[in-house]
């Protein structure tokens, strides 16, 4: 079993920046890739961004190509997601997860483990 624990969200105006944060709580999450998914209101959970277990492979939604970037830092148990030049469409619950399989993919049904989820606001 792997706990995650998103935090960093708020509220940050159009054209601002926001990081989230992502602990893990077990040993292998060196193992496991990590995602970033989004949900907003009346909406599917869409992907944002994926890095595998060693960080040199990424990939992103084209909707945040460019904007966001996804990290981990394997000594911490950390992933991190920067978002750039935030618009009011990326207002959404953005949740952290774990796949055990450790590429990175885009697919929410084959990651085991989530977060709770924390509110991203992109409003004047």
């Known amino acids: 079993q792997v706990q995650l624990v998103e935090s960093g969200g708020g509220l940050v105006q159009p054209g601002g920046s926001l990081g989230l944060s992502c602990a893990a709580s077990?040993?292998?999450?060196?193992?496991?890739?990590m995602g970033w998914f989004r949900q907003a209101p009346g909406k599917e959970r869409e992907f944002v961004a994926a890095?595998?277990?060693?960080?040199?492979?990424?990939q992103y939604a084209d909707s945040v190509k460019g904007r966001f970037t996804i990290s981990r830092d394997n000594a911490k148990k950390m992933v991190y997601l920067q978002m750039n030049g935030l618009k009011p469409k990326d207002t959404a619950v953005y949740y952290c997860?774990?796949?055990?399989?450790?590429?990175?993919?885009?697919?929410?049904?084959?990651?085991?483990?989530w977060g709770q989820g924390t509110q991203v606001t992109v409003s004047s």
């Open positions: 997860a774990a796949h055990k399989a450790g590429y990175a993919v885009s697919l929410a049904y084959v990651y085991d483990y």
């Open positions: 077990r040993r292998t999450f060196n193992s496991y890739a």
């Open positions: 890095i595998n277990w060693s960080g040199s492979s990424t």
